[in-house]
């Protein structure tokens, strides 16, 4: 890549900055000696895909770059700044396009498509560029002003582009780096509701301890490496290299880059997040059926962050032979969960309650929350207070018979119909955006129960005689 002239003034300037920030910086070592982009020129990720060109394609399909388009956050935004009177301000553009608001250019985010699209989103310039996390939520996360490019690289080849060090915070091998994701990904609502709580749930798990064998930062889970060249530059050799997709559960709505391979990465991720089981209690008239769920994946509590938001339930039909003795969960792609009416329904969500107890769907309405997660693996052990048992029961009533098959699977939707038709009914959200909300199967539970598959064994929660699925491996 050619890069623009330098004259001799600017050139002098960008040597002292340099120079400031080799002395000057907390979290990194010596950065390397650079003149190159401009502050402004480091803003655009653009900038940086002739020699990062995998990190920039990464990127580019994920929910970080989608962060200050997705029509649902606009919509929602839109919504709060007219119902609070604008008292919503920048709250919630403070992480979906925080160079924007940092550069003074939005102050409630409504003006988004006015400016650069490269400072819509989370973006590489404010990731590598954070010298030091101030807090555990709402974005807490200082910048640097040295132009240098914080990375997990100790001995980063020099490059015409720009300065770079290493920082433990950009370290996924270093503890403290789930502090810089951790607290953009934890949220109190100025009401002082404690939201989002992705963060919280890791430093509650044993992910979070000092324990080699048990440690696992955020970006050991979500930024999985491999070997390649960190850059297209020269001097480079193959080193460790970090995925910068990042899927989760949420996929653009509106054409996007990579949509379908991203789509791909989010079924992959959710196909190993839960395992189930079940056991059934028969009796002549009917049959208990135990179900358990468990977070073999997640460093936190599933769902997780936007819990409000997202609905995993439990798919469970009953038959005696062809006829369907008891059924729950089932849902078609466009029907609402939360409104199923179902009332054995197993779904695991937040629900946002205002002063007077009724659900509400906007943050800015809640007083408080309360709800049902799937915990990861608690930090405290066992007989502590704090502990969790990860392996969560639901019992199911079945009449009309012994059932000889029970089939279970576990679903998932970003965001189900009733906030999705709430938006669209208040006239801020696009109806166009109701198709495209995905509802994904998780393949890892689905399980089909039958007498001759299972093996008696005492159920964990009736601790009675039961027949059990899958078969324990002995
Ligand atoms: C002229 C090519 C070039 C351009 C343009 C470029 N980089 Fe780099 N960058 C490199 C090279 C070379 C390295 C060092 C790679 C190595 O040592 O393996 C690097 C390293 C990095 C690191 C790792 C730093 C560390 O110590 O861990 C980050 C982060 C980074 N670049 C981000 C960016 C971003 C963001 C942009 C766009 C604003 C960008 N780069 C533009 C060539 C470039
Ligand atoms: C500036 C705040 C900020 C920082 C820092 C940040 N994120 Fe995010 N992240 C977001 C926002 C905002 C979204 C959601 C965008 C959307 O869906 O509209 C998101 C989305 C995600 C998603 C996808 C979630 C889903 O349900 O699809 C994952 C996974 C994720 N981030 C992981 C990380 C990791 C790992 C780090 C640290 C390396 C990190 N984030 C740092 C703000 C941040
Ligand atoms: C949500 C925060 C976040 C965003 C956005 C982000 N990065 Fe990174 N990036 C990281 C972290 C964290 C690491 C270090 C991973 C490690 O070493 O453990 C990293 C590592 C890198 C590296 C060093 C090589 C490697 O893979 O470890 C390069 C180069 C890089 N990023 C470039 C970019 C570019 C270019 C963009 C935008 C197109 C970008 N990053 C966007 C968080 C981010
Ligand atoms: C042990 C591995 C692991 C660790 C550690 C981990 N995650 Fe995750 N995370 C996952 C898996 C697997 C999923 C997919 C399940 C899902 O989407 O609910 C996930 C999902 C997510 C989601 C989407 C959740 C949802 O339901 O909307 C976000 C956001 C996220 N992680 C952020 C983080 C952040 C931030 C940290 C660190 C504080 C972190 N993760 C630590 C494995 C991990
Ligand atoms: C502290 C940073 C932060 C603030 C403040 C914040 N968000 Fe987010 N937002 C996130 C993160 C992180 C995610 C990804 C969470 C996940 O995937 O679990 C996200 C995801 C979303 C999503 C997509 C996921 C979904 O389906 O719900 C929407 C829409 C959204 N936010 C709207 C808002 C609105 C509206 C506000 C203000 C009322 C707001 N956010 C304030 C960080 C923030």
């Given at each position: 890549?050619?890069?623009p002239?330098?004259?001799?003034?600017?050139?002098?300037?960008?040597?002292?900055?340099a120079?400031?920030?080799?002395?000057?910086?907390e979290?990194?070592?010596?950065?390397?000696?650079?003149?190159?982009?401009s502050?402004?020129?480091?803003?655009?990720?653009?900038?940086?895909?002739?020699?990062?060109?995998?990190h920039?394609?990464?990127w580019?399909?994920?929910?970080?770059?989608?962060?200050?388009?997705?029509?649902?956050?606009?919509?929602?935004?839109r919504?709060?700044?007219?119902?609070?009177?604008?008292?919503?301000?920048?709250f919630?553009?403070?992480?979906?396009?925080?160079?924007?608001?940092?550069?003074?250019?939005?102050?409630?985010?409504?003006?988004?498509?006015?400016?650069?699209?490269?400072?819509?989103g989370?973006?590489?310039?404010?990731?590598?560029?954070?010298?030091?996390?101030?807090?555990?939520?709402?974005?807490?996360?200082?910048?640097?002003?040295?132009r240098?490019?914080?990375?997990?690289?100790?001995?980063?080849?020099?490059?015409?582009?720009?300065?770079?060090?290493?920082?433990?915070?950009?370290?996924r091998?270093?503890l403290?780096?789930?502090?810089?994701?951790?607290?953009?990904?934890?949220?109190?609502?100025?009401?002082?509701?404690?939201?989002?709580?992705?963060?919280a749930e890791w430093?509650?798990s044993?992910?979070?301890?000092?324990?080699?064998?048990?440690?696992?930062?955020?970006?050991?889970?979500?930024?999985?490496?491999?070997?390649?060249?960190?850059?297209?530059?020269p001097?480079?050799?193959v080193?460790?290299?970090?995925?910068?997709?990042?899927?989760?559960?949420?996929?653009?709505?509106?054409?996007?880059?990579?949509?379908?391979?991203?789509?791909?990465?989010?079924q992959?991720?959710?196909?190993?997040?839960?395992?189930?089981?079940?056991?059934?209690l028969?009796?002549?008239?009917?049959?208990q059926?135990?179900?358990?769920?468990?977070?073999?994946a997640?460093?936190?509590?599933?769902?997780?962050?936007?819990?409000q938001?997202?609905?995993?339930?439990?798919?469970?039909?009953?038959?005696?032979?062809?006829?369907v003795?008891?059924?729950?969960?089932?849902?078609?792609?466009?029907e609402?969960?939360?409104t199923?009416?179902?009332?054995?329904?197993?779904?695991?969500?937040?629900?946002?309650?205002?002063?007077?107890?009724?659900?509400?769907?906007?943050?800015?309405?809640?007083a408080?929350?309360?709800?049902?997660?799937l915990?990861?693996p608690?930090?405290?052990p066992?007989g502590?207070?704090?502990?969790?048992?990860?392996h969560?029961?639901?019992?199911?009533v079945?009449?009309?018979?012994?059932?000889?098959?029970?089939?279970?699977?576990?679903?998932m939707?970003?965001?189900?119909?009733?906030?999705?038709?709430?938006l669209?009914?208040?006239?801020?959200?696009?109806p166009a955006?109701?198709?495209?909300?995905?509802?994904?199967?998780?393949?890892?539970?689905?399980?089909?129960w039958?007498?001759?598959?299972?093996?008696?064994?005492?159920?964990?929660?009736?601790?009675?005689?039961?027949?059990?699925?899958?078969?324990?491996?002995r």
């Open positions: 890549m050619r890069l002239p330098v004259d001799r003034r600017r050139r002098a300037a960008l040597i002292l900055a120079l400031l920030a080799a002395c000057g910086s979290t990194g070592t010596e950065p390397s000696e650079n003149e190159g982009l502050a402004e020129a480091l803003l655009d990720p653009a900038a940086c895909k002739d020699c990062h060109p995998d920039y394609r990464q580019s399909g994920s929910m970080h770059a989608y962060a200050g388009e997705d029509p649902v956050f606009r919509a929602m935004n919504r709060g700044q007219r119902e609070t009177g604008g008292a919503l301000g920048d919630c553009i403070q992480c979906h396009a925080p160079l924007a608001v940092r550069m003074g250019l939005t102050s409630d985010g409504q003006n988004l498509d006015e400016l650069p699209a490269h400072l819509r989370v973006t590489c310039a404010w990731c590598h560029q954070i010298e030091a996390v101030e807090g555990t939520h709402n974005n807490p996360l200082r910048l640097a002003t040295d240098v490019l914080r990375g997990g690289i100790r001995d980063p080849v020099p490059n015409s582009a720009h300065a770079a060090a290493y920082s433990p915070l950009h370290d091998d270093d403290r780096s789930s502090s810089l994701c951790g607290s953009c990904h934890d949220i109190v609502t100025p009401a002082g509701v404690h939201l989002e709580r992705t963060y430093q509650a044993q992910y979070s301890s000092d324990d080699p064998q048990l440690r696992n930062t955020c970006g050991a889970c979500h930024m999985p490496g491999r070997n390649a060249p960190a850059a297209d530059a001097g480079v050799r080193r460790r290299v970090h995925d910068h997709s990042m899927p989760g559960v949420d996929i653009a709505l509106t054409p996007f880059p990579e949509a379908e391979a991203q789509r791909e990465r989010v992959a991720e959710l196909d190993t997040l839960l395992t189930t089981e079940i056991c059934v028969t009796a002549p008239t009917g049959a059926v135990e179900v358990y769920l468990e977070n073999v997640a460093g936190h509590g599933v769902p997780s962050g936007a819990t938001d997202r609905r995993l339930w439990v798919e469970l039909v009953a038959y005696a032979g062809d006829q003795l008891h059924q729950s969960g089932v849902v078609g792609d466009g609402s969960v939360t199923l009416g179902d009332p054995d329904l197993w779904l695991l969500r937040d629900r946002m309650l205002n002063a007077a107890g009724d659900e509400v769907h906007m943050f800015w309405e809640a408080r929350v309360e709800g049902e997660q915990p990861a608690s930090l405290a066992p502590d207070p704090a502990y969790v048992n990860v969560v029961p639901r019992r199911y079945v009449e009309g018979g012994p059932p000889d098959r029970v089939t279970v699977r576990a679903r939707r970003p965001m189900d119909f009733d906030v999705i038709d709430d669209i009914a208040s006239g801020d959200l696009d955006v109701r198709d495209r909300i995905p509802t994904f199967t998780l393949a890892g539970s689905v399980l089909e039958t007498p001759e598959a299972a093996e008696r064994r005492v159920s964990p929660l009736s601790r009675r005689e039961a027949l059990c699925v899958p078969r324990l491996a």
